[in-house]
């Protein structure tokens, strides 16, 4: 619990500095691999005028771009449990992650198999999720408390970057 409360300052003392929301994402990202660890993270923000969810961080952006955009898909898993209900979603395989994501060969080429999804919320309303891929196994609902709580310190942040779109 020392090591997250440490990184939870450190969080706290990076949001009150001056800096861009793609210099704090890039806080968080620290932040997030002290604390679980990951391979991948991607940052999307829901666009809701533009209906689209759009990448504003990539810890690869050789493999995932920042300020790439998707339609968003009302129907998925993804959007149902995350965007819509709020609701983290972790997969732990990668045959999880092949149910879940049309791009996990990318994770498979990473030596990757395990999903973290963390909504990003406000008011009642999903802004954005944090989005960690790591190997097979790496996650599980015990590290939910911390991934929610860095979440929510990713808050204004997150509001800071849909202003910017």
């Known amino acids: 619990m020392d090591r997250y409360l440490k990184e939870l300052q450190r969080t706290s003392t990076t949001l ?5 929301p793609m210099q704090r994402l890039h806080d968080f990202a620290e932040v997030l691999h002290a604390c679980v660890g990951f391979k991948l993270l991607t940052v999307l923000v829901i666009d809701r005028v533009r209906d689209e969810s759009r990448r504003v961080y990539s810890s690869r952006p050789d493999i995932y771009p920042v300020s790439g955009a998707k339609p968003i898909r009302p129907d998925s898993p993804f959007f149902k449990k995350v965007i819509e209900r709020g609701e983290p979603s972790i997969s732990r395989t990668l045959d999880e992650c ?10 498979a080429a990473l030596g990757c198999g395990s999903v973290a999804n963390i909504p990003i919320r406000w008011n009642g309303v999903t802004l954005g999720s944090f989005n960690l891929v790591a190997e097979e196994g790496k996650y599980s609902d015990r590290d939910l408390p911390i991934l929610n709580t860095i979440g929510a310190l990713a808050i204004p942040v997150i509001l800071q970057a849909l202003d910017r779109a």
């Open 98 to 107: 092949a149910a879940a994501f049309p791009d996990h060969e990318v994770f």
């Open 16 to 20: 009150a500095a001056a800096g861009t």
